[in-house]
């Protein structure tokens, strides 16, 4: 989940253009781990989406992670469950993690006939193919995520290229100050999807191992 970002640091562009997009140099970033998608609970509101994840089911005397495994498998050596000296205490954790780096937010255009169910998912592989590409696939510590945000009444949608090295690495920040790379990479990304033999997505173009839970909803001819 990425926060807002400031109003300050835009380029000059037509409000509606693709090419509105925003760099922030020190822009925190909060990630969560809601545990497994199969341990679902009541749905809250995280950052403006319904998350039904219940998170972890930790041992509060060991720390040990509880499932629906025999008990015994589920605490640390030194657990005092398991000599019979404590009695069964759990709480539910939500991880999470804050880091402080660099940051491109680019405004994403409404496509006729597309749900954001299925434009979200494409258009993070499609940036992650350009990004393979530019880099010549030494660009596993940029990330793609998406963020909306209201805007004079309206509810935007954008997607967010994050830099997991505390600090940024620079990768972000040469796009910004050269737009034309910025361009360059998802023509890039581009020519790769329109001459790809497959059907509507494979790992020559559009699929990569971080995308297996949206794998479903990647499409080669939306993209």
Known sequence: MAEKFPRW????????DF????????????QFNFGLLRETGQPVQIADESVAQSGF?????CGGVQSDKPASSEHAPFCPLRAGKAVEENVQLILSRTLQSEALRVLVPTLAGATRESMVPTLNAVL??????S?????SHIRVTHMRERWQGERRSYVVLYDLVPGGTGYLSSLWQAPERFHAMCKSAREIVAHCDCVDGCYRCLYA??????????????A
């Open 9 to 16: 640091n835009i380029c000059h562009a037509q409000e509606n």
């Open 135 to 139: 880099f010549g696939g030494r660009a």
């Open 209 to 222: 191992q971080q995308d297996s839970r949206t794998q479903a909803k990647i499409s080669r001819r939306l």
């Open 57 to 61: 089911r930790v041992c509060r005397h």
């Open 19 to 30: 090419r509105v997009f925003r760099f922030c140099q020190r822009l925190r970033v909060r």
């Open 128 to 133: 992650g193919l350009g990004l393979r590409s």
